[in-house]
């Protein structure tokens, strides 16, 4: 399948063996599934190679990748000096990466890190009871409160007669904060995907493997 996307026998042979090449033909039939022309699958290929070929410079192996090495291959590329990569060609670099990745990690060859789930505090499962029988709040709706209740208790402590009007007001403001600063980078990763797939691809939903 990786024939599809690379037609150039030097290229094929560099690219597999590259520490990502037993990985590319796989990856490879992924994007062809989802329909990517082979101008952009093979531009995410090339990406895959450039990540594993700074992976291996950086001492990591391919199936050792994890969240902070994408960082930190993102904040490679402004100074990017790897051999055959131009800093002009690195627009969607972090971003391409990051799809293989996510397929490394779908595959089974990345471990996705296991979240671990914390106790609900006593205080806002109290709250969330209290608003579901005498309120009538959906649960949609309390998940909402919910999350607002535990940053507040995360700030607060679970006292409650420690609390006052003006540490109430100051937790209230810095929570708020915080889901405007979420919301801005939901809205710059959004923008960010779209660009990266181009005005033919924005329409195409992208399974979850993907993702």
Known sequence: ????????????????????????????????????????GASYIGHAVHLSVWAETAGLSITALHEGAMDAFEAHLSKCRCPGQRVSRHTYAGARARKFFDYLRTSGVVPTPVRQVAATPELV???CEWMRRHRSVTDQTLRVYRRMALELVARLGDDPSRYNAGALRAAVRDVQRVGFRRGARLRRARDRDRSVHGPNERARAVPGRMA
Do not use: H, Q
């Not at 024939?3 to 796989?26: H, I, N, Q």
């Open 125 to 127: 499962a109290w709250f």
């Open 1 to 40: 399948m990786l024939e599809w996307f690379l037609r150039a026998t030097c290229m094929l042979d560099r690219f597999r063996s590259s520490p990502a090449g037993p990985y590319l033909d796989g990856f490879a039939v992924a994007m062809r599934e989802l329909g990517y022309c082979s101008r952009i």
